[in-house]
């Protein structure tokens, strides 16, 4: 089960040769963490709140993903943005964040994500689009209410909602370096400095940290053990959705019955394989699965800097 309270509507605007095209998207941390888990075989509920003019065009869009979609209606607006690509780089031309849920909204989200939890492997609590949107306490209780009766519970957020989950313990959590420097858990983003703030969430309620660094290996604690994800260096093509994409690698092999060391190096392959593509949340499950025997949990500090271009990488999947 995803818990993507609140989609956005993706319009992007793009020329691959002389024609303009303009492409409308489902969007958002959940919806792209749905879509890679469906990518890499395992089924997958996304439960959501849509509302508006916006929430209207959504809810084809998303049904038209393959997951199995579970909605509440809002009476006020889902959001959007509107993003330009034409030049190569992406330019934001307008956004709208959607408006909070009310009290009634919220609680039957809430009822909607624990049904369909409780029927769940593992849970993904993704982050609201704004953090006003949707209060940090919802996380908490979702968290603890799942996290009780048997459901692994995956968080993928920040800030609020971070320290909301781990007051209720989750299974595993997934942050960045920028989020937890701009958060005030880590002072800057030393390795020794990041170490510790791994276990610290794993103290204050994680059980396992996955802790993405941008173009650096991200550190992973397990069973209390600090690791580097080392891995290939690929080309990146659009570095958004990355960190969205290993959060999903890592849901689909635990709900698959895997442990949490593949569940992590699949999660890693996914993540990097998705940055090579244009659309987040997407990836060959034949190119994720060859990239993850590339992928290992090493020692800090002796990763390797290896590169595979993405030629490289199809031939070796065609030849695997």
């Not at 993507?4 to 792209?32: C, K, M, N, R, S």
């Not at 937890?180 to 969430?201: C, H, Q, T, Y």
């Not at 092999?253 to 569940?263: E, F, I, K, P, T």
């Amino acid at each position: 089960m995803v818990f993507a309270p609140d989609p956005q509507l993706t319009v992007t605007i793009d020329q691959p040769a002389d024609e303009t095209e303009i492409h409308l998207h489902p969007g958002g941390q959940g919806v792209w963490q749905a879509r890679m888990i469906k990518c890499l075989g395992t089924s997958v509920v996304l439960c959501a709140g849509l509302g508006g003019e916006i929430g209207q065009v959504l809810e084809p869009l998303l049904a038209g993903e393959g997951v199995d979609l579970r909605v509440i209606h809002r009476e006020s607006s889902s959001g959007g943005y509107v993003h330009d690509r034409r030049n190569g780089a992406r330019q934001e031309l307008a956004s709208v964040p959607g408006h909070p849920l009310t009290r009634h909204e919220l609680d039957e989200l809430y009822n909607l994500a624990l049904g369909e939890g409780l029927g769940a492997e593992v849970s993904i609590l993704s982050g609201p689009g704004h953090p006003n949107l949707v209060a940090p306490d919802i996380y908490r209780r979702l968290a603890a209410d799942l996290g009780r009766n048997g459901s692994r519970v995956i968080a993928d957020l920040s800030g609020a909602h971070l320290a909301a989950v781990l007051d209720s313990g989750v299974s595993v959590l997934k942050v960045s370096h920028e989020e937890l420097i701009r958060d005030g858990w880590a002072a800057d983003d030393s390795e020794a400095e990041l170490v510790r703030v791994a276990r610290a969430l794993h103290a204050n309620g994680a059980e396992s940290v996955v802790l993405s660094r941008a173009e650096s290996p991200a550190l992973v604690l397990i069973d209390g053990e600090v690791s580097e994800l080392d891995m290939p260096r690929l080309e990146v093509a659009d570095p958004r959705g990355a960190g969205d994409s290993m959060t999903a690698g890592v849901a689909a092999v635990l709900a698959q019955g895997g442990d949490v060391r593949l569940a992590v190096r699949t999660g890693a392959a996914a993540g990097a394989l998705n940055v090579t593509r244009h659309g987040l949340g997407t990836g060959r499950p034949d190119a994720i699965a060859g990239l993850v025997d590339r992928v290992r949990l090493a020692p800090i500090g002796t990763c390797r800097q290896d590169r595979m271009t993405p030629d490289e990488l199809a031939h070796r999947t065609t030849n695997s």
